[in-house]
């Protein structure tokens, strides 16, 4: 079954984790702006010189910046049995501009899943986020600790990190952001009858039941 799905919510509720098995599960292509991002940002390339003054600043990336990214990784053949976006559409215009350009290939967004938690657990999880720099594997130093505390569990060598966007200051700044830019993404996949509302609250494998059930997959 070819799927096209965008996960909605906002940042630190599981999107990456819950995102990163839906895709692998159903053979989907797995599409994350953020690591995409963080990957330009490591390897020092133009994007990721121009992305990472906003990223550090808890503040997105411009619209056609964005737009272009995802025509692209959505154009290649791993998107071709489906694809998961995480972190797409993050303003309205990115989400016309995601239909504007499935409608071109004849291809339709299948859903908008959006995850929900209270603010205090983001933070809470956001602070306690860990991941393996290697696999990109995401850890919770609370609640989904490595064996050892501190490297991957695939990766021995592997120190685990935390994102440089996860400090205390600016979480709040990104949380304001998403309330004011992306939140009103909600109401326009409802409006146009693709919204499913799941709670990202529970075990992952739970988020992760939820989520299944409400795609139908
Ligand atoms: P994420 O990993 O989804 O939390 O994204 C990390 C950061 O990358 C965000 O705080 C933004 O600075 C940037 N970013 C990721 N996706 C987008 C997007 N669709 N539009 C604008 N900025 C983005």
Known sequence: MTVRVVLLGPPGVGKGTQGRRLASEHGWGLISTGEVLREAVARRT?????????????????????????????????????????GFPRTV?????????????????????????PKDELVR????????????????????????????????AAELCQRADDVPETVMRRLEIYERQTA???????????????????TMDAVYGALIRALGV
């Open 184 to 202: 009103p993404l909600l109401e326009y996949y409802r409006s146009r009858g693709r919204l499913h509302e799941v709670a990202g609250l529970g």
């Open 46 to 86: 133009p994007l990721g010189i121009e992305a990472q003054r906003l990223m550090d600043a808890g503040q997105l990336v411009g619209d056609d910046v964005m737009i272009g990214l995802v025509r692209e990784r959505s154009s290649q053949s791993e998107a071709a049995a489906g694809f998961v976006l995480d």
């Open 125 to 156: 999880r956001m602070s306690a986020r860990r991941e393996c720099p290697v696999c990109k594997r995401a850890y919770n130093l609370f609640s989904a600790a490595p064996r050892d505390g501190r490297h991957c569990d695939d990766h021995p």
């Open 93 to 117: 215009p990115q989400a016309d501009a995601l239909d504007v350009m499935l409608g071109e290939r004849g291809q339709t967004l299948d859903a908008a899943v959006s995850l929900a938690a």
